[in-house]
């Protein structure tokens, strides 16, 4: 997958500022536990709290998948995956290529830094906005955590689209955790490849998106 550009970023926030109500937002980031056969020999490190086996996937999306981090054990936290994360490192090295920070709409306040939204599960950082506390009574902070949400739910709704257009997510991969990871990088390139290319199909069409979404997954699992 290509690393975004500022143009990129640029027009996801703008898709986000459009459809969420959210400026200055690049991406939703959330995690997803994807069950996989028991690894022989690692005890209980790919173990997750939903009792079973899994790999977890990482991504930031506006219904399709900006960048990935496939492979960590299922026990791990949201939080420490994405802290441990090439995403996070490049974050903190400032390797991303994000925009420079702009004024939000309608305010005459400073420039305010590009912005990726997430669930509690993940932590405060200079570019990670999650929601205060839910037992916070303050108004203001239930207010913009409604905000928050309704970026979040891109994500959300991306993993969803993904498990049911590719129905092999629905029960556990019967495979090493390596092959897993391919297999997942492969379905996240198809998600990626049909949400682009998502429209009414004649049959020849269809032929063509079939040859083309073989040729994808030949380059990925026998690279030159």
């Known amino acids: ?47 997750n709290y939903k009792e079973y086996f899994s790999v977890v996937l990482l991504a930031d999306s506006t219904y399709r998948f900006i960048i990935v981090d496939i492979g960590a054990y299922g026990s791990t936290t949201d939080a420490r995956i994405s802290g441990a994360s090439r995403m996070s490192d490049r974050l903190q090295a400032n390797q991303l290529a994000f925009p420079e920070p702009r004024q939000l709409p309608r305010s005459a306040g400073p420039p305010v830094p ?64 390596d092959n897993a990871t391919l297999v997942i990088q492969s379905y996240v390139i198809l998600h990626n490849f049909v949400r682009i290319h998502d429209a009414p199909l004649d049959a020849g069409a269809d032929e063509n998106l079939k040859a083309t979404s073989v040729q994808l997954c030949s380059k990925l699992f026998n690279p030159q």
């Open 1 to 47: 997958m290509p690393g975004p550009k500022i143009d990129d970023w640029v027009r996801i926030a703008e898709g986000f500022e459009c459809d969420a109500q959210f400026p200055n937002c690049i991406g939703a980031m959330d995690g997803k536990h994807i069950p996989v056969k028991k690894p022989p020999h690692l005890g209980s490190r790919f173990y």
């Open 114 to 177: 590009f912005v990726i939204v997430a669930d509690e599960g993940f932590a405060f950082t200079p570019h990670v906005m999650r929601p205060f506390p839910r037992c916070d009574p303050d108004d203001s902070r239930r207010i913009y955590n409604h905000w928050v949400s309704r970026a979040c739910r891109y994500v959300e709704c991306a993993f969803g689209i993904l498990t049911n257009k590719w129905r092999v997510f629905l029960s556990s991969l019967q495979m090493s955790p």
